[in-house]
């Protein structure tokens, strides 16, 4: 049998060990941990690639307005409050 569970590390705790005895009671098991990279974790879903494709297109077609951060403060200071 071959189980994949996908937990962040701060949900790690005695009752997760414990749960994963319980599933494999008296068994021998192979605990593997894969860390998903940002790039990984972009493309994990299809919501996510589909987003992420978008936004390529987008700034190949210079559809992406792009200025400094200085820029972006004068812009939008009336927004953000103190800087």
């Given at each position: 049998?071959?189980?994949?569970?996908k937990?962040?590390?701060?949900q790690?705790?005695?009752?997760?060990?414990?749960?994963?005895?319980?599933?494999?009671?008296?068994?021998?098991?192979?605990?593997?941990?894969?860390?998903?990279?940002?790039t990984?974790?972009?493309?994990?879903t299809?919501?996510n690639?589909?987003?992420?494709?978008?936004s390529?297109?987008e700034?190949?077609?210079?559809?992406?307005k792009?200025?400094?951060?200085?820029?972006?403060?004068?812009?939008?200071?009336?927004?953000i409050?103190?800087?």
């Amino acid at each position: 049998m071959h189980t994949t569970i996908k937990v962040n590390t701060n949900q790690l705790d005695v009752n997760f060990l414990n749960a994963i005895k319980n599933l494999f009671k008296d068994q021998e098991v192979e605990i593997s941990i894969k860390n998903l990279g940002e790039t990984e974790y972009l493309l994990s879903t299809e919501a996510n690639r589909n987003h992420l494709a978008e936004s390529i297109t987008e700034y190949e077609q210079k559809k992406v307005k792009t200025f400094s951060l200085e820029e972006f403060y004068r812009k939008y200071e009336g927004l953000i409050g103190d800087k």
